[in-house]
Nanobody
Framework: QVHLEESGGGAVQVGDSLRLSCAVS????????VAWFRQAPGKERDFVGA????????YYGDFVKGRFTISRDNDKNTVYLQMNNLKFEDTAVYYC???????????????????WGQGTQVTVSS
């Protein structure tokens, strides 16, 4: 059974950094695409970035602009989202998602992912 569990969220100030973790069990992140999404109140779930299963290549949403970095620890089967220079508009619930059969053109589409974590809240204040 696939299980994703996010951790590391919290309340920070503008300009701070935060690292989120997504512990993956039931599948390996090397054979499954693992992505990060975020959802602010009243808004759609937006694509933050993904680690593609077959190549390990990492893709980012347009808004990231070098502030966020996705990485993976194969030994721990954990995918990380390092967020630097946080802005007020980064406030959201951050989710990790996984899917073993995703096609490349669907990578940014939340509805295409089969497995989701419970989410972790990130609140950025001034």
């Amino acid at each position: 059974q696939v299980h994703l569990e996010e951790s590391g969220g919290g309340a920070v100030q503008v300009g701070d950094s935060l690292r989120l973790s997504c512990a993956v069990s039931g599948v390996t992140s090397r054979t499954t695409t693992v992505a990060w999404f975020r959802q602010a109140p009243g808004k759609e779930r937006d694509f933050v970035g993904a680690l593609w299963r077959s190549t390990g290549k990492i893709y980012y949403g347009d808004f990231v602009k070098g502030r966020f970095t996705i990485s993976r620890d194969n030994d721990k089967n954990t995918v990380y989202l390092q967020m630097n220079n946080l802005k007020f508009e980064d406030t959201a619930v951050y989710y990790c998602a996984a899917d073993a059969h995703l096609i490349m053109s669907s990578m940014t589409m939340a509805r295409q992912y089969d497995y989701w974590g419970q989410g972790t809240q990130v609140t950025v204040s001034s």
